[in-house]
């Protein structure tokens, strides 16, 4: 498996941490894990860490899409945090820096949804 | 000049993918290229195999793919192909956002992720023939190949 998907339920969100390439193969896992942790939670928030991503393409920047239009549209935020230059340029081309709240750690993340609740 | 390619040709599986992209990398790594340069083309090789397996072949194994990468100095030539649907309306396709599968959760920025990462980007296609897209790029950080005499 060229992906790994952690998902850890913490009292304000949920954080959803990715690690390895997020490409068309592996993007159906991260759609169906992470659609299944939103649908199941409590949490109306989602943090979604790119640390450890060491690739990404347009799949990406789809299935974050979508996640974020399932999350925004149960009335939650999506912070997305750690993404490296690579993944920076695809958010600025696809314009998705104009929606998705994006923070520089997971440290940092918490703390925005802690002062948006 | 000093020229060199390579020739891939595989089945049209989404797994495929990653091994798409790392061999074009392995290719060019004896130009020495920047992990940014490696990045784009490895991201651009990834948009263009997907493209092949969604919407030319529409997820059918049975298709093939083929990359060629041509390396002219320090010209990288891309061409990826396939034999399936084609494309009905090229400028349409290349819209930054436009996706003909929004039920697939696509971002519709494949071709705008191509067209920003090369110098140069062109499409051969014909509904019912296939695709054929050729990209461009010069590998900026490459090392000569070999030394000129008196350099």
């Given at each position: 498996m060229s992906l790994q998907v952690e998902i850890e339920h913490d009292s304000k969100a949920l954080i959803v941490r990715l690690k390895g390439e997020l490409d068309h193969h592996t993007a159906e896992t991260v759609r169906a894990r992470m659609e299944e942790a939103i649908a199941d939670s409590n949490c109306r928030n989602v943090i979604l860490n790119?640390?450890?991503?060491s690739f990404m393409d347009s799949s990406g920047l789809g299935v974050i899409l979508g996640r974020y239009k399932q999350i925004t549209g149960k009335g939650g935020k999506m912070v997305v945090c750690g993404i490296n230059p690579s993944v920076h340029r695809l958010f600025q081309m696809s314009g998705l820096f104009k929606i998705v709240t994006v923070e520089e750690n997971e440290r940092s993340a918490v703390l925005r949804l802690e002062g948006v609740s | 000049m000093e020229k060199n390619f390579m020739t891939l040709r595989f089945a049209a599986k989404s797994e495929n993918e990653s091994f798409a992209r790392v061999t074009v990398a392995a290719f060019l790594s004896r130009l020495d290229p920047t992990l940014d340069e490696l990045m784009d083309i490895k991201t651009v090789v990834s948009e263009a195999v997907t493209n092949a397996i969604?919407?030319?072949?529409?997820?059918?194994?049975e298709g093939i793919i083929t990359i060629t990468a041509q390396l002219e100095d320090n010209v990288l030539t891309l061409i990826v192909e396939d034999q399936?649907?084609?494309?009905?309306d090229v400028e349409l396709a290349r819209?930054?956002?436009?996706?003909?599968?929004?039920e697939l959760e696509r971002s519709g920025m494949g071709f705008t992720i191509m067209e920003n990462f090369m110098d140069r980007l062109e499409v051969e296609t014909a509904p019912g023939k296939g695709t054929k897209v050729i990209m461009t790029k010069r590998i900026e950080s490459a090392k000569p190949l070999y030394n000129e005499s008196g350099r």
């Open positions: 790119m640390e450890h991503l | 969604i919407h030319g072949y529409e997820n059918d194994p399936g649907r084609g494309i009905a819209q930054p956002l436009y996706t003909s599968r929004p």
